[in-house]
Nanobody, 120 residues
């Protein structure tokens, strides 16, 4: 079993910054990829950013240049540094991980989500 716990969401003014954290726990052998997705009311869930074990990252077009994803492989943790936040960034942000357990089973796991609200 692999579990993900997100933290760091909250209310921030436009132009402000937040850092989200996602900690993976359980019987983890390796994590192939971690990522952040978001879903706003009435919209489809969309990719924010993901990162593979080598450190290569991909970003959604709407956040390029403003958000940065990073990993601490030793701690099984992913971060999302969000800067110059806009009201359109308001959404529930979900962490995702593709991981292999110590028993050899692959998991595609989602966290419960953390609310980010950008408003003055």
């Amino acid at each position: 079993q692999v579990q993900l716990v997100e933290s760091g969401g909250g209310l921030v003014q436009p132009g402000g910054s937040l850092r989200l954290s996602c900690v993976a726990s359980g019987s983890i052998f390796s994590i192939n990829a971690m990522g952040w997705y978001r879903q706003a009311p009435g919209k489809e869930r969309e990719l924010v950013a993901n990162i593979i074990s080598s450190g290569r990252a991909n970003y959604g077009d709407s956040v390029k240049g403003r958000f940065t994803i990073s990993r601490d492989n030793a701690k099984n943790t992913a971060y999302l540094q969000m800067s110059n936040l806009k009201p359109d960034d308001t959404a529930v942000y979900y962490c995702n991980a593709v991981a292999q357990s110590t028993r050899g089973k692959q998991y595609d796991t989602w966290g419960q989500g953390t609310q980010v609200t950008v408003s003055s």
